[in-house]
């Protein structure tokens, strides 16, 4: 399992290696000289020259990114137009806001979609089963966005209005208290609760209908025992799968939450850094989140090897 | 997929002609299917409301009326006004239009540099296919939405560079689609068959590859217009696509969001709209799947 980690790990830096050119490229999108652009548009003549120094513009391109590279690889992301501080201390004050915000939702939506999943395998064509599948798939198909308004409307207009009350049932913005957690993280675990209750139910109903499965009700088992014990368990790899996928999605999606809710995490961050063509943030912002991404898919594959023994891993 | 059954139908076809997917046969199955019925009728409402949006459109989109802004529903204007008295029934028809080129749009730029990219990967394999999946794992370290927020971070924010950015996201899911498929279809007899009568490379992928890769092909761009449209509002949310005025619905939930408190039907009905067409791609994508792809026939 080890040898296979550090495989997995080694086979990772190619990728992350695209991930970072394609950031350092980024900036180059923008119209224009790329000193500007990092160094702000209020810059002075002498501060976009020390930019254009610093990072070694006038040079090859591989160079620069050689130059760029080195300076990520000892934590310097550059300085942000905005605040003037280190972007790397930007995101370090921000990212454990928004982990905190990914995994309670994460674990919210696993908590419900698994079972709703498992609940609507064992009663395949019943009312519910078609009911909570639709249900599913217009939770998927809702903007996270909008469902975190319709919370706001909800819990800091109408349901305050109903109860005559002076302030909102929940805080609608900001963080800090675990009331502040509660509509973000139900914004944001909305699609996945959904994906998740989809994925169980098909993975479900391909092992229930396995011949083992036929032979475990022969033998008298309990339903409760076939379900849990035989078919949950060889039912879990692809469940895995999309709780690590969406992990991924979920940061992504942390952008458009926080944004709702004013969390002020790095997806916030992101948003506020594009207003302020702060392109330096947006460099480290979308980096840090990719890695993350990437080091995740490691983790579900690792997991992967680890559930099921049939898989040999050289 | 598709390319699966080819090899069972070679034996009945002739080797010049491959072997294409039954279109009555899938069509009849669609039609079976009332869920996948349920989300062609949603999408085309979204479609003819979209191109008739001048003539049914109660009032011009733009035209402001001060007296009425933020006014909720009314016999006159059903859906209520918007921050500027705007009628907002009229805006999210044209909303639709907008919605739609936007996915249209960016699946079409997805589908013209991603299902060639998966074609010669898939075909050529070695060198090219390295150079091709390496690519792919790269878009793909980045969650999607993400990947679109930068390039119009980067590229400047406008509904053109929001359809390029969501076509762009949409091309590894393309490529490693078809690299898969094509990889299926070039194992298959017909085309070893065709390979013996001297068919150059081009001829064998434009008449026998092609044509076995547009099931799964179509079925995912059923699909990629849900997450298009749904990923087009997100940046118009973030105020990332559309000018402000333009009717687009994730703007008009943007701008709607200051007035949630007064005006709670300005934010209410542009998301229902998303959600609707998105739930009508979703059902007639699934539907597809189901009529198109053996493995998930009952």
Redesign the interface.
């Known amino acids: 399992m080890t040898r296979y980690l550090i495989r997995r790990l080694l086979l990772a830096i ?3 290696i ?2 970072s ?3 350092f490229l ?2 180059r ?3 224009g000289d790329p000193a500007i652009a990092l160094a702000g548009e209020l810059a002075t003549p002498e501060i976009v020259a020390q930019v254009r120094e610093d990072l070694g513009l006038d040079d090859p391109l591989h160079i620069q990114y050689i130059t760029y590279m080195g300076r990520m690889l000892q934590g310097d992301m550059g300085q942000s137009i905005r605040s003037r501080l280190p972007v790397v201390d930007e995101i370090a004050l921000r990212l454990p806001r928004t982990l905190l915000l990914t995994f309670a939702s994460l674990l919210v939506a696993a908590a419900i979609g698994i079972p709703l999943g498992i609940a609507s395998s064992t009663r395949p064509g019943s009312m519910f089963d078609t009911g909570s599948m639709i249900v599913a ?2 939770g ?4 996270i ?3 975190g ?2 919370l ?2 909800l819990f ?2 109408l349901i305050p209005d109903w109860l005559s009350l002076t302030s909102p049932v929940l805080p609608p913005t900001g963080y800090g208290t675990w009331q502040h957690m509660i509509m973000p993280v139900t914004a944001l675990a909305a699609n996945s609760i959904a994906l998740q209750a989809r994925m169980t139910r098909a993975s479900m109903l391909e092992v229930l209908g396995q011949d083992y499965i036929r032979t475990a009700r022969a033998k008298g088992q309990y339903e409760r025992t076939v379900v849990y014990y035989h078919a949950l368990r060889n039912a879990l790899l692809p469940i895995v799968t999309i709780i690590g996928l969406q992990f ?2 979920l ?3 942390a ?2 939450t926080e ?2 809710f004013s969390w002020p995490g790095i997806g916030r961050l ?2 506020d850094s ?2 302020y063509r702060d ?1 330096p943030v ?1 460099q480290g912002t ?1 980096f840090v ?2 890695v993350g ?2 080091l995740t ?1 490691i983790l579900v594959d690792v997991l992967y090897a680890y559930l099921d023994p049939r898989i040999q891993y050289r | 997929m598709a390319s699966s059954s080819s090899v069972t139908e070679l034996s009945e076809s002739s080797v010049t002609s491959s072997p294409s997917m039954k279109l009555p046969q899938s069509f009849q199955r669609i039609i079976r299917n009332p869920m996948a019925i349920i989300g062609l009728v949603i999408v085309l409402s979204f479609i003819l409301i979209g191109i008739t949006a001048e003539i049914i459109a109660p009032y011009d989109y733009d035209k402001s009326n001060f007296m009425l802004a933020r006014d909720g529903p009314s016999a006159e204007h059903i859906l209520g006004n918007d921050e500027l008295g705007r009628d907002m029934l009229s805006r999210l028809m044209y909303g639709a239009r907008i919605s739609l080129l936007l996915g249209i749009m960016s699946v079409g730029i997805g589908l013209s540099i991603g299902v060639p990219m998966g074609i010669l990967a898939g075909y050529f394999g070695g060198t090219i296919d390295l150079f091709v999946t ?2 792919i ?2 878009m793909l ?6 990947l679109a ?3 119009v ?4 924010p406008s509904l053109e560079n929001a359809m390029i950015a969501i076509g762009v996201l949409s091309i590894p899911i393309y490529t490693r689609l078809v690299r898969s498929s094509t990889m299926g279809v070039k194992q298959d007899l017909f085309v070893e068959a065709a390979r013996a009568l001297g068919a150059k490379n081009r001829t064998i992928i434009v008449r026998h590859i092609l044509p076995n890769v547009l099931a799964p092909i179509t079925v995912q761009s059923t699909l990629q217009m ?1 997450v298009a449209i ?1 990923a087009a ?2 940046l118009g ?4 696509g559309a000018p402000p005025d333009v009717p687009e619905w ?1 703007n008009m ?1 943007q701008k709607g ?1 200051t007035y ?2 007064s005006a ?1 039907h300005i ?2 009905y ?2 229902l709209a ?3 067409v ?2 009508g791609f ?2 007639l994508g ?1 539907g597809l799947r189901d009529a198109l792809d053996p493995r998930f026939r009952k």
Request: glycine share 10%; proline share 7%; charged share 5%.
């Open positions: 190619p990728t992350l695209g991930v050119f394609f950031v980024s900036v999108l923008v119209p798939l217009l998927i198909s809702m903007p966005f909008w469902l308004l319709m706001m409307i800091a207009v991924g999605t940061l992504g999606g952008v458009l944004t709702v992101l948003v594009i207003g392109y947006i979308v989140i990719a991404f990437v898919n | 390496s690519l794992d790269i370290a980045f969650p999607s939405i993400l927020i930068m390039m971070a980067f590229l400047g849900a749904q509002a997100a949310f973030l105020g990332l994730g939930l969001r949630i408190r709670p934010v209410l542009p998301g998303t959600m609707m998105v739930f979703s059902l699934d």
